[in-house]
């Protein structure tokens, strides 16, 4: 605990930790310490890790790197990191992320973008750790924490470790508990952890899953010990490659690890198929229906009441200005955008032509996956990302869609409910990281992880 603590401290340029918690930390290392001195040591007994900042963590600071929960300190802990203290997990503090896990590329956080501790060869341009969950990509790659939590809505747990060589794995909706972490779009949202390694991934889900009644979606099933599913025997899986995720500018570097990943699984002596996701294209205008629909929803919430942030009042001035004015303060442009378009894809006269259509459009994504593991197959390889992470200030930002085509590969398990595992499949000719995806089938998590083991 000392050493990330002491790491973290000197890695303050990364921008990776919001709220630092040192005193907690050494807090929570003694009573590890008692516990594994008293031969009782659950899995994560001692371990230091980070926590984004969209976990609510009682009494520390948590404002899913927004201003509009300036000063918001919860009086309740989520029920994930609850989870994770109680196998005891070791927090070293909070960690950034885009403003309300919106984002690609952790530069709509209310604190800065976090910097990825890569480099393009012989170029300092920093570059970005990818988003939303930023802070816990970059501080896993950096050392500055032995796991992180984060969170995946259309691959914020698996763009980020594909971009900074870490393992990132988002389980089966409804595994994990939402109750205390900040909601984006609910029908989405799950919590996972970034790690170094498969392994640690497998230990580190283990502890956060789990049944909570507090969550309604939240799913009533036991939690497989992941850790033990990974024998390292995969004979006689069926790995599919889905054709529509080879999509035009794909760099030759990245066709060639896919093609490359196909075959270390063929080699430990799993069957690869050709198969087909005909309705991939949609995923894309599908989820940026669906998610902004279910963000303007949520987001409605934070109107300087209840808590956060309240904007200073004119003489004269009503409660519609000051929900107006709290609102234009609090929220950065992107989420203001977000719960624009999600009002109008929700308003009377196009509710029927967009968020009706999107919902039967997302039941014909989810049934290309399960009319695909129908057939026999136990999992699809695919890359994480279209490409490796970019350097800040390189992607343009007067374009937001430029930005939404980076999650062609990941939004549609968000839809699908579906298993996804990002592992690190080699550098490109410049350096950086690029990522494998693996998707699953429902609660086969421990598969999952146990094929992704075969890639590393
Ligand atoms: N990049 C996607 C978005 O901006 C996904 C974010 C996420 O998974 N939280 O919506």
Redesign the pocket.
């Given at each position: 605990t000392d050493a990330y603590l002491t790491a973290a401290e000197a890695s303050d340029a990364l921008n990776a930790y919001t709220t630092k918690t040192p005193e907690q930390a050494r807090d929570m290392a003694a009573a590890a310490d008692a516990r594994i001195k008293a031969g009782d040591a659950p899995a994560m007994c001692g371990i230091p890790i980070g926590v984004k900042d969209l976990y609510a963590v009682e009494g520390v600071a948590t404002q899913a790197a927004s201003n509009i929960l300036a000063g918001f300190k919860p009086q309740y802990e989520s029920t994930v990191t609850g989870n994770l203290w109680s196998s005891g997990a070791v927090m070293l503090g909070k960690l950034n992320m885009d403003e309300f896990?919106?984002?690609?590329s952790n530069i709509t956080s209310a604190y800065g973008p976090a910097i990825s501790p890569w480099r393009r060869a012989g170029d300092e341009t920093p570059i970005t750790p990818g988003?939303?969950s930023g802070g816990s990509a970059a501080a896993v790659a950096a050392d500055l924490c032995l796991g992180a939590t984060a969170?995946?809505?259309?691959?914020?747990i698996r763009q980020p470790a594909a971009f900074t060589g870490t393992v990132g794995i988002k389980p089966t909706y409804g595994r994990c508990s939402r109750w205390g972490m900040v909601a984006?779009a609910s029908s989405l949202d799950q919590a996972g952890p970034v790690t170094k390694t498969v392994r640690d991934a497998a230990i580190m889900l283990g502890a956060m899953a789990g049944y909570d009644p507090k969550d309604s979606t939240s799913a009533n099933l036991p939690v497989p010990d992941f850790e033990a599913a990974l024998t390292g025997d995969i004979r006689g899986k069926t790995i599919g490659i889905p054709r529509e995720y080879r999509v035009e500018g794909m760099s030759e570097t990245l066709d060639t690890l896919w093609r490359e990943g196909a075959e270390m699984l063929r080699d430990a002596g799993a069957t690869i198929v050709d198969i087909s996701l005909p309705h991939t294209k949609y995923a894309l205008p599908t989820y940026y229906i669906i998610?902004p629909a279910e963000a303007s929803s949520n987001l409605s919430r934070y109107d300087g009441v209840k808590y956060g942030h309240r904007a200073t009042l004119a003489q004269g001035d009503g409660i519609t200005d000051m929900y107006e004015k709290t609102r234009a303060e609090g929220f950065g442009e992107e989420v203001q955008r977000r719960v624009m378009l999600g009002a109008y894809v929700l308003s009377a006269g196009f509710y029927d032509a967009y968020y009706v259509r999107a919902q039967k459009v997302r039941t014909l994504i989810k049934r290309d996956f399960e009319l695909a593991f129908g057939d026999g197959v136990d999992a699809i390889l695919a890359p994480a990302t279209p490409s490796a992470a970019w350097g800040l200030g390189e992607m343009q930002t007067d374009d937001p869609v430029q930005m939404y085509l980076e999650?062609v590969f990941t939004v549609p398990l968000n839809l699908a409910g579906l298993p996804g595992v990002s592992v690190p499949a080699g550098l490109n000719r410049q350096g950086l990281p690029l990522g494998l995806q693996l998707i699953g089938r429902p609660w086969e998590e421990g598969d999952l992880l146990n094929i992704a083991g075969a890639l590393e």
């Open positions: 896990a919106m984002g690609s988003g939303s969170s995946d809505t259309g691959g914020s984006f998610a999650d």
